[in-house]
């Protein structure tokens, strides 16, 4: 199975911030990495696909990045709706993991 | 628009087994798959397996293989988990996801709003 890591698992930050989460993969897979938004008591979300492709509808300050075994997530300007957990997941391979997650909360 | 309606929770003593629904509007079924995710409480999230809803085809993750089953019901747009033999470990949220793709390069684009299954005697 591919494992994946994120870093860090936790960061706290201020709205207007710039935010990057990591995300590696045990091996290489190509550029099949998305990233997910979960909040408490919410469906998760779909951010970014094929590591760069912005899912329709969502704010343009989300951005990725990355190919092979490192991926970026990039906040460019963290909003107060934006306070939740990020997942990576990589689609290259079954079974289809997920990072371990970062958690964005509040400085 | 896009929706996935789960089933209500479920508490379930251990060996039982336990079958989550998912109901999809707002698309054409049979155009994409459903994926089906768990996250245990304090813990990261977990890949089950996925369906196609156009010809039934599945993949499982092999931890699972032999206990759970996915299937859909293309005339009421609703798709299926059925877990076996439960164990207090298997206490999760369940979620659903629509899956664009089939192979590599597959993504979850709607999600369900989950479904908590407690395992316990």
């Known amino acids: 199975d591919i494992q994946m890591t994120q870093s860090p698992s936790s960061l706290s930050a201020s709205v207007g911030d710039r935010v990057t989460i990591t995300c590696r993969a045990s091996q290489s897979i190509t550029r099949y990495l998305n990233w997910y938004q979960f909040k408490p008591g919410k469906a998760p979300k779909l951010l970014i696909y094929a590591a760069s492709s912005l899912q329709s509808g969502v704010p343009s300050r989300f951005s990725g990045s990355g190919s092979g075994t490192e991926f970026t997530l990039t906040i460019s300007s963290l909003q107060p709706e934006d306070f939740a957990t990020y997942y990576c997941q990589q689609s290259y391979s079954i079974p289809r993991t997920f990072g371990p997650g970062t958690k964005v909360d509040i400085k | 628009q896009v929706q996935l309606v789960q089933s209500g929770a479920e508490v379930k003593k251990p060996g039982a087994t336990v079958k989550v629904s998912c109901k999809a509007s707002?698309?054409?079924?049979?155009?994409?798959?459903i994926s089906w995710v768990r996250q245990a409480p304090g813990q990261g999230l977990e890949w089950l397996g996925w369906?196609?809803?156009?010809?039934?085809?599945?993949n499982y993750a092999q931890k699972l293989q032999g206990r759970v089953t996915l299937t859909t019901d293309t005339s009421t747009s609703t798709a299926y988990m059925e877990l076996r033999s439960l164990r207090s470990d298997d206490s999760a949220v369940y979620y659903c996801?629509?899956?664009?793709?089939?192979?590599?390069?597959?993504?979850?684009?709607?999600w369900g709003q989950g479904t908590l299954v407690t395992v316990s005697s």
């Open positions: 996801a629509r899956a664009t793709g089939g192979g590599s390069g597959i993504y979850l684009s709607y």
């Open positions: 707002g698309y054409t079924f049979t155009s994409y798959g």
């Open positions: 369906i196609s809803a156009n010809n039934g085809n599945t």
